[in-house]
């Protein structure tokens, strides 16, 4: 037995089906060069042999 509040009541079930617009990004432009990024192990390894 359990306590009737105004909720339960009337039950109810509500289903939101949401869609995101797809937005237009311009292509960067080739003469940006992205730099590679390098693990902290590897560059603690060059460190260590440029001083050698």
């Not at 960067?28 to 693990?39: M, N």
Request: charged share 35%; hydrophobic share 30%; with cysteine.
């Amino acid at each position: 037995h359990g306590r009737i509040n105004p909720y339960m009541s009337s039950p109810c079930h509500i289903e939101m089906i949401l869609t995101e617009k797809e937005q237009i990004v311009p292509k960067p432009e080739e003469e940006v060069a992205q730099k590679k990024k390098i693990s902290q192990k590897k560059l603690k390894k060059q460190k260590l042999m440029a001083r050698e």
